[in-house]
């Protein structure tokens, strides 16, 4: 049996001493890690939120100025959805051509890219 003067006590509680002590240091060493990785983690994330915001402006500029350039030129849309012989009438498919240096035609939309 130990009793608090026994010098066996005293080993063990110093080697307990060490150990806990060594444990802590761990806990700092990986704490500091996680903090370091935390905050560059949070830096990533503001700089993508800060793309994200400039993109998301550059979208609605993107749509301002197609919607600009589209306002009062539905005849033109009109000749690429459905194009049109010299008479003013429908044009078959064979017949259909995309002038050149026009873009492509956007089945959804009707709007020429």
Do not use: W
């Not at 990986?30 to 994200?52: D, G, P």
């Not at 998301?56 to 000749?79: C, D, W």
């Amino acid at each position: 049996m130990l009793y608090r003067d026994d010098q066996g006590y005293r080993d063990a509680f110093t080697d307990m001493s060490v150990l806990f002590h060594e444990v802590l240091e761990e806990i700092r060493a990986v704490n500091t890690q996680l903090r370091k990785e935390s905050e560059a983690l949070r830096s990533q994330a503001k700089a993508l939120r800060e793309r994200q915001a400039q993109l998301l402006e550059q979208s609605v500029t993107a749509r301002r100025h197609l919607r600009q350039s589209l306002r009062g030129t539905p005849t033109k849309i009109q000749q690429y959805v459905e194009p049109r012989n010299k008479q003013g009438e429908p044009a078959s498919h064979a017949s259909c051509t995309m002038p050149p240096g026009r873009g492509f035609l956007d089945d959804t939309t009707g709007i020429v890219l």
